[in-house]
């Protein structure tokens, strides 16, 4: 991952300070030309009306500093005030490029982009060049152990195209004569249109491809478990934003038009008031959280989401199954509860332990939510493991209801089987663990909550009170989780890189529906 990262920014660089005839910034129109060069099946594309501009951010946020030292001393090139857009592709089955399309409005001489690499290299390079549909490509070859093998390149008009992907960059030329690319992808141009502004940076996210790519960095056993969750939505328009302390993308994300998509779910429940994340305990390592407008309605179209994927069908059997050994009427039950948050949370389980996760449950009615729970236990056989709870000062019971999590969450949720409660204030307590869930409530009742944490706290203060989904990490504290998820060479990168889990306060997300898209705000 690391190692792609520098790939990209080094392209960025080394195209843009061979543009000697760029002196003036100038914006990029509201319809970038460059887009329509720009292949179908982009994973990523990031666009910017002037790439100086976005290394000088990236050199003063702080959070992603580590990731290019140089940043500050090459965004102080004039060189580099040039619009431009790069998207990611995949070119084999775990292979990922980087296309890379640059306004110019001259001719330049290839061996000059040669010079230049070689010079920020220090390896020599061999140019070739071949006709492709009437253009001319040149193609760059390094010395073996140089920071990139070959570059492709062509000058089609006024652009500048390049990639280390030859095919790429003939895909790029081919698309001269193709309608433009809000054509060939209608939600892009629905995102351009959704937006309040033009100029700046922007990166559009092909939220169907994304679990793909980055299940391409994890193990099989994490992939799997990730593309679980590849139907989230269609595409995604965030704008980049930055200061000394972060960075944050924001925009509206389309879920498209199935009733598969995860976002389709919140395009028809209001933004709710949401205090679960408040109550966790201090020291929580990460949380996700779904507001529930309303109850029925989220039920109904979380099991069209899941639909007949395995998922769904063990969700559809687990909650038959319940139905029959404690009578209960699913959707009519929690709809009378009117349960309105749900919450998968790793919290300290205790001063050495490892994070574990817990479900948090929150319930407009109180007292429905006591007599349900007692008539489901009354007609379940429960059997659990014999564990100790005498030192639990919480009054925990075993669950009558199997994988409760499961039936209100789908898949991510069902982490936690929840075989264990407990009831505070209008908060249900699942955990596989009662002494867990005593540490929560003992952490609530002492008022070491995560709203104390000053770090949460400015996070929190950036979104609105009201939102469908808010999620919370702290890197430094998933940093063994994260390692086990990823594969071997990404886990020795970052242990090369260990400030980069600490650079990284923290990152916290959002999404809110509106006018049938689903705006999504995300911080670090």
Not at 78 to 83: D, E, G, M
Not at 142 to 162: H, K, V
Request: with cysteine; hydrophobic share 40%.
């Amino acid at each position: 991952m690391g190692y792609h990262l520098y790939r990209l920014i080094f392209l960025i660089v080394a195209t843009m300070l061979l543009f000697p005839s760029c002196r003036q910034e100038t914006a990029a129109p509201p319809d970038n030309p460059a887009l329509n060069l720009i292949p179908s099946d982009a994973v990523l594309i990031l666009e910017s009306d002037t790439l100086a501009n976005f290394l000088g951010a990236l050199n003063h946020a702080e959070p992603l500093s580590l990731l290019l030292p140089q940043a500050g001393e090459l965004a102080g090139e004039s060189l580099l005030r040039r619009a431009g857009v790069v998207s990611y592709h995949q070119t084999f089955r775990d292979s990922y490029q980087y296309l890379m399309i640059l306004t110019t409005p001259d001719r330049d001489n290839p061996a000059d982009y040669q010079r230049m690499v070689e010079r920020l290299t220090g390896k020599t390079g061999r140019r070739t060049e071949r006709k492709y549909s009437g253009e001319i490509i040149y193609r760059i070859d390094f010395e073996r152990d140089a920071p990139i093998s070959s570059l492709s390149l062509t000058i089609l008009n006024r652009f500048l195209i390049l990639s280390p992907s030859p095919i790429l960059v003939e895909n790029a030329i081919r698309l001269q004569a193709e309608p433009p690319l809000k054509e060939r992808i209608p939600a892009i141009g629905k995102l351009t249109r959704l937006r309040d502004h033009s100029g700046g940076s922007r990166l559009l996210v092909n939220l169907e491809s994304v679990p793909k790519l980055v299940g391409s960095w994890l193990t099989s056993k994490s992939d799997q478990s990730l593309r679980r969750f590849n139907r989230y939505g269609e595409w995604a328009g965030l704008d980049l934003t930055y200061t000394s302390q972060s960075v944050v993308l924001n925009g509206p994300a389309l879920p498209g038009d199935t009733v598969n998509s995860y976002l389709n779910i919140f395009t028809r429940q209001k933004p709710v008031m949401m205090t679960t994340a408040r109550n966790l305990p201090i020291g929580t390592a990460a949380f996700l959280s779904v507001g529930i407008d309303q109850p029925e309605t989220y039920l109904k179209l979380l099991s069209d989401c899941l639909g007949g994927r395995s998922t769904g069908v063990e969700r559809q059997r687990v909650i038959a199954r319940n139905e029959k050994q404690t009578s209960m009427r699913f959707v009519e039950d929690w709809k009378e509860i009117g349960f309105n948050e749900l919450t998968l949370a790793w919290i300290p389980a205790d001063s050495a332990g490892p994070d574990q996760p817990v479900v948090v449950v929150a319930a407009r009615n109180r007292s429905k939510l006591f007599s349900l729970l007692e008539k489901w236990n009354s007609k379940a056989e429960i059997s659990h493991p014999q564990i100790d709870t005498s030192l639990c000062q919480a009054e925990c019971q075993p669950m009558a209801i199997e994988r409760l999590p499961l039936m209100l969450g789908g898949g991510w949720f069902d982490q936690v089987q929840g075989s264990w409660y407990a009831i505070s204030d209008n908060l249900l307590i699942l955990a596989d663990n009662p002494q867990l869930i005593d540490q929560f409530i003992r952490h609530r009742n002492e008022n070491r909550v995560l709203i104390t944490d000053p770090l949460f706290l400015v996070m929190s203060e950036r979104f609105p009170s009201r939102s469908n989904l808010t999620g919370y990490v702290v890197p430094s504290r998933v940093r063994k989780m994260v390692k086990e998820m990823l594969k071997p060479e990404l886990v020795r990168w970052l242990d090369m890189n260990p400030e980069l889990f600490e650079n990284i306060g923290a990152i916290s997300f959002q999404a809110n529906s509106r006018d049938g898209s689903v705006n999504h705000d995300l911080a670090l």
